[in-house]
């Protein structure tokens, strides 16, 4: 027996709408559909002119991240059996939208870089002296949040990204961080310099909805708060210990 | 001005942590007891008579913990009060309201060090 | 319904060729959901600013001697200043617990060679200091000891 579900999809057409408008859809669904599922049914047997990113199905790109009845979620992973018979779906918070669910990423992807999330060392290692090594202990420091998928659920969760433009963010403050705890890194100097310029890691508020929402339990509100107390030990011992010239890249 | 509150930052946000931690443990006792339980009956009053708070709050300890008292909420509730303002869509006029909020703290805190030291 | 963000929000420094729709607030913000909880812990920021200056007032009364001291108590058994007080402390014990649940997880794995205690010690010794603080404290006030 085939249920039906009502999807009330955002659409977005920035060629002919003036703002988003909702659009409703009546899906037969499968008891083990994901939200995605759904979605792509639209866009096959419906109406082919729906656009939303998706591609591995299985919750480790990053790419289907949506709002389904107004909070953040990965559409693939995210069972219709948790709703009612309708749902809103509507494109991530706090970013600027490009057509009906499809939002604008480079924003996220320039505060993404400016944490520097490489690796950074004053001289960099010559291949006769062999790998780095890191024990077991020196990777728990800094694994969990290297788990960070970019879905941008956590933007989309995060009310102080939505109130000030220039916050770095959860996802890219917890891959900054990342990068600081890791034992062969030497950038941190650098990186707590990015964390109390503008778009300074002391904006969280501690709503903790990023590490709510996270998919992969990456818990970057640990993380930003982590890395405001490194950022302000960094600051008291730059009074003790001057600063040294820029590492090598 | 944005540049400047960038660079207090870390201690403003030292302080708001400390207004969180210690002043909310301050707070807890003085609000119970002066703030509740005294108006209420619920505490002799002669605890808290002119003598014995004199004498408690004339003390090293009890001059430091007045000024925690008093001070530590302060610097609490300007960084909250601020990013309730930002909460509100208030990015823009953050340039004035910050500065105030933490004048406010400050001339508040400096009161307070007033306030003790001639205890 | 959700409001408007920041016109700028997750905005690219170089916009690109397409014309966007600004972005929104969670639907939820700020008063839904786990929203209201983290807008309260906001709006006892008014009640902190509020407790700190009251407490001011006690504190220069004790200084300017017996009579200001008496008016200030006689002032305090207001019921307005007493539903204040209330209030605060109320806003006060919210604070505490909801800051002492994050408190754990915000410390480092590591600074130099010191490690924080496993994050369940943390919460739990935040309220063992809490409790021997204000308690101490207010035995003090109350007159239960010195």
């Not at chain 1, 994901?34 to 939303?52: A, Q, R």
Request: net charge neutral; proline share 7%.
């Amino acid at each position: 027996m085939t249920e039906t579900k009502k999807f009330v999809v955002t659409r977005f057409d920035p060629d002919e709408d003036e703002t988003p408008r909702q659009q409703s859809y009546e899906v037969p669904v499968q008891p083990d559909w994901k939200v995605l599922d759904g979605l792509n049914y639209i866009k096959d047997e419906i109406d082919g002119t729906l656009s939303h990113r998706w591609s591995c199905r299985m919750a480790v790109c990053g790419s289907c991240g949506m709002m389904v009845n107004g909070k953040p979620t990965l559409t693939c992973k995210d069972r219709l059996s948790n709703y009612g018979d309708t749902l809103e779906v509507a494109p991530l918070s706090n970013f600027p939208v490009v057509r009906d669910l499809v939002i604008e990423m480079d924003g996220f992807m320039e505060k993404f870089q400016s944490v520097k999330p490489w690796i950074i060392t004053a001289k960099e290692k010559a291949v006769e002296e062999g790998t780095n090594r890191q024990s077991p202990e020196e990777l728990e420091h800094f694994k969990q949040f290297s788990m960070c998928i970019n879905c941008m659920l956590c933007y989309s969760a995060c009310p102080v990204v939505g109130n000030e433009p220039e916050f770095i963010g959860p996802a890219a403050i917890a891959l900054g961080h990342r990068y600081n705890m890791d034992s062969r890194d030497e950038g941190a100097r650098e990186r707590n310099e990015v964390f109390r310029g503008e778009g300074t890691v002391f904006s969280c508020s501690y709503a903790n909805e990023c590490s709510e929402v996270c998919p992969k339990n990456v818990d970057p509100a640990a993380a930003v708060n982590q890395a405001k107390i490194n950022a302000v030990l960094d600051w008291a011992t730059s009074f003790v210990v001057p600063r040294q010239g820029q590492g090598g890249k | 001005m944005k540049t400047l509150l960038l660079k207090l930052e870390p201690i403003i946000w030292l302080l708001f942590g400390q207004g969180i931690l210690i002043g909310t443990m301050l707070l807890t006792a003085w609000l119970a007891v002066v703030g509740v339980g005294i108006p209420l009956g619920l505490v002799d009053a002669q605890a808290l008579d002119y003598e014995r708070a004199h004498a408690l709050g004339s003390n090293l300890v009890g001059r430091l913990v007045l000024l925690g008292l008093v001070a530590l909420p302060l610097w609490k509730g300007a960084h909250h009060c601020r990013h309730l303002s930002l909460d509100m869509g208030g990015a823009e006029r953050d340039a004035i309201v910050a500065p105030l909020l933490y004048g406010v703290a400050t001339v508040g805190s400096v009161l307070a060090v007033m306030a003790v030291v001639s205890l | 319904m959700s409001r408007a963000a920041h016109p700028h929000a997750m905005q690219p420094h170089r916009p690109g060729s397409t014309r966007t729709a600004p972005p929104q607030m969670p639907p939820q913000f700020p008063s839904q959901g786990r929203y209201l909880s983290y807008s309260l812990f906001g709006a006892t920021g008014i009640l902190y600013l509020m407790a700190g200056f009251v407490a001011l007032r006690a504190v220069r009364a004790l200084g300017e001697g017996p009579e200001a001291w008496a008016a200030l108590q006689a002032q305090f058994a207001h019921p307005l200043y007493v539903a204040f007080h209330a209030l605060s402390l109320l806003a006060v014990l919210f604070v505490g617990v909801r800051f002492f649940r994050l408190f754990p997880k915000a410390q480092p794995a590591k600074i130099g060679p010191a490690k924080p205690p496993p994050r369940p010690v943390i919460h739990a010794m935040l309220y063992v200091v809490w409790i021997a603080v204000s308690g101490g404290l207010a035995l003090v006030l109350a007159g239960g000891i010195f």
